[in-house]
């Protein structure tokens, strides 16, 4: 299905705008806690739509830790 609209801009803040938790959630009128589970939820969605097609050297790419 890929990202709704709310993780999909705090995809964007934190990855392209280089914003952290503090600065999108004021953005966003959020909880710091809110973003960070809004990113996770982003981010484990996002595995899921591209698993197919995100490979290395013919291996998956693993997980990235969690910031």
């Known amino acids: ?3 709704n609209e709310r993780q999909r801009l705090a ?3 934190n990855k392209f705008e280089d914003m952290n938790y503090a ?5 966003m009128g959020l909880t710091t806690k ?3 589970s809004l990113l996770c939820r982003a ?3 996002l595995r899921a739509v591209l698993k197919d097609y ?3 050297d013919g291996q998956a790419v693993p997980e990235a830790p969690e910031e």
């Open 23 to 27: 600065e999108i959630a004021e953005v």
């Open 34 to 36: 809110a973003v960070k």
């Open 54 to 56: 995100i490979y290395m």
């Open 11 to 13: 995809v964007v803040l």
């Open 43 to 45: 981010r484990t969605n």
């Open 1 to 3: 299905e890929g990202l």
